[in-house]
């Protein structure tokens, strides 16, 4: 039996956050947040499943391109999401980003091309 790969989410708006989780988890991944700052979400980041990170790019307290670059670095593929037309990635342009509000089928457009889709078991 293989585990369920898990997705980061992170975003400040508790309401939209919860609407990402429920987007994510009806696509059959585990979800992990979602986390409103920056350090709780790189607390997240030794998940032994996590696979994919959707990260709004303007926190509350902060940003979230220091999880970002922390991903780059683990090779953990990620995306973008924001409700602001302009955005600073400050080293990440080749990164896509999803303009707020997300549907579910752009969400799992980005994910899909970043990794497999969960199997049925």
């Given at each position: 039996m ?36 920056a ?22 307290e ?56 969960p199997?049925?078991?």
């Amino acid at each position: 039996m293989t585990s369920t790969q898990a997705i980061l989410t992170v975003e400040d708006a508790f309401l939209v956050g919860l609407q990402l989780k429920r987007d994510v988890e009806s696509l059959g991944y585990e979800v992990l947040g979602p986390a409103p700052t920056a350090k709780a979400a790189l607390a997240l980041l030794d998940h032994p499943n996590l696979a994919f990170a959707i990260l709004d790019i303007n926190l509350g307290e902060g940003n979230s391109i220091t999880v970002a670059k922390a991903l780059q670095d683990r090779d953990i593929p990620f995306v973008f999401i924001t409700g602001y037309q302009s955005v600073d990635v400050a080293g990440l342009e080749h990164a896509e980003v999803i303009r707020k509000p997300a549907s579910a089928a752009q969400i799992l457009s980005a994910i899909t091309k970043a990794i497999p889709p969960p199997t049925s078991s």
